[in-house]
Structures are given as C-alpha cells and as structure tokens.
T-cell receptor
Framework: GEDVEQSLFLSVREGDSSVINCTYT??????LYWYKQEPGAGLQLLTY?????DMKQDQRLTVLLNKKDKHLSLRIADTQTGDSAIYFC?????????????FGTGTRLKVLA | DAGVIQSPRHEVTEMGQEVTLRCKPI?????LFWYRQTMMRGLELLIY????????DSGMPEDRFSAKMPNASFSTLKIQPSEPRDSAVYFC?????????????FGPGTRLLVL
C-alpha cells in the first residue's frame, strides 16, 4: 500500500550538515516534497523535486532522489538553531493532477547550539 | 497575501458539543483540503474540494463530521457531536488551478481539545 517512512528523530550540532531520509512506495509519484513544521504552525513547503530529476539544490537545501530505491533525502547545510522543526516528506501517488498527498510521519530535527 | 486563514486557532470543548472550524483559502485558489494531524496517525486527508464541489470525502471518519464550501473563499468543517478522540490539529490547505509542482499551501491549523 501507500506508505512514506521517515526516522523519527535527528540531532545535530549547529553548523553541521543535517541529512533527513525518507522512503516512499509509489513509483508513479510525479512530485516529492519536503515540508517544515515549526511548533504551533502549519506545514511550510521547503522544496519539491520532479520525479525525473536526481538532485535539486536551493541555497542551503539539497534534495537527492534515488528512484530505483525509492529513497529521498534532504540535506541542510550549515544547520542553524532556527532549523529545529519537524520535517515531512510527501509524495503524490497516482501521478500528475492528483489531489492525494501521502505524508510521512515526520522527522523531528533538534539543533544543538 | 495573507495566506490560508483558519479560525479559531484553539478550541476546547466538552464531549457532545458541536464544533465548527473555519477556513479562508488563498484568493484565486480553486482546490481546498481539510487534514487532521494526530501523533498516532500523522497527517490524514479528510476531504478535498475542487471549485467548491466536494470531490473526495472518503477520509471523513464518521457521519459526525461534515464539511461545506458555500463559496470560493470560505469552508467549514463541523463535528457534531464531538468526542475526545476527535482531539487533534485540523489543517486547511489550498492550491491554485495551475500550481507549479502541484504545491499546496497550509493554514496555521486549529488545535482542538475535546474533554
């Protein structure tokens, strides 16, 4: 069935790189997303990657997609305390035009000063 | 742009009471989503509207839940009667007709506690 899996917790020191991993199940997903949720707030879209891409870079964020292994990762360079939040991976099974987004359980990133 | 607006931000009620959550999508967006977030089940899609019409309500847990979208700028999610297991954060999200990456935009959520 449809499932997106993430590890629950990640702790890094300020200034280090963070890598958050995600595995998904639907190879027909057109887009894969990373969202950030800060305490008491909604989900904020960080970035997304089209399924025919291997990598996307956006300032401190690098997304890597391995379609063969259905593995998605988000790398945050020079992690800051403001990056502490829950990060959700999501996919769109069913391809383009879908309204269904399957979200992972979220990875809670804690940045230590 | 003000983003997606939800009200109330927090709601505490007693079991059996009616609860109404409100959402104002981003102007010009034609798709609207209601989600529920809990620790146990994560983020679940409750209902999806397109052009104010409910397209998929298969995620609505029970008949106690109902949602309406009377116009393009307003939607409600009603729980009647409410139960303690309905305690969760309820998010509304909207998406424009032509959305690069088919991205949706989330509101800040309504934190509901049913005692």
């Amino acid at each position: 069935g449809e499932d997106v899996e993430q590890s629950l917790f990640l702790s890094v020191r300020e200034g280090d790189s963070s890598v958050i991993n995600c595995t998904y199940t639907d190879s027909s997903s057109t887009y894969l997303y990373w969202y950030k949720q800060e305490p008491g707030a909604g989900l904020q879209l960080l970035t997304y990657i089209f399924s025919n891409m291997d990598m996307k870079q956006d300032q401190r964020l690098t997304v890597l997609l391995n379609k063969k292994d259905k593995h998605l990762s988000l790398r945050i360079a020079d992690t800051q305390t403001g990056d502490s939040a829950i990060y959700f991976c999501a996919e769109t099974p069913g391809g383009s035009g879908t309204y269904k987004y399957i979200f992972g359980t979220g990875t809670r990133l804690k940045v230590l000063a | 742009d003000a983003g997606v607006i939800q009200s109330p931000r927090h709601e505490v009620t007693e079991m059996g009471q009616e609860v109404t959550l409100r959402c104002k999508p981003i102007s010009g967006h034609n798709s609207l989503f209601w989600y529920r977030q809990t620790m146990m089940r994560g983020l679940e899609l409750l209902i999806y509207f397109n052009n104010n019409v409910p397209i998929d309500d298969s995620g609505m847990p029970e008949d106690r839940f109902s949602a309406k979208m009377p116009n393009a700028s307003f939607s409600t999610l009603k729980i009647q009667p409410s139960e303690p297991r309905d305690s969760a954060v309820y998010f509304c999200a909207s998406r424009p007709r032509s959305s690069v990456g088919e991205t949706q935009y989330f509101g800040p959520g309504t934190r509901l506690l049913v005692l």
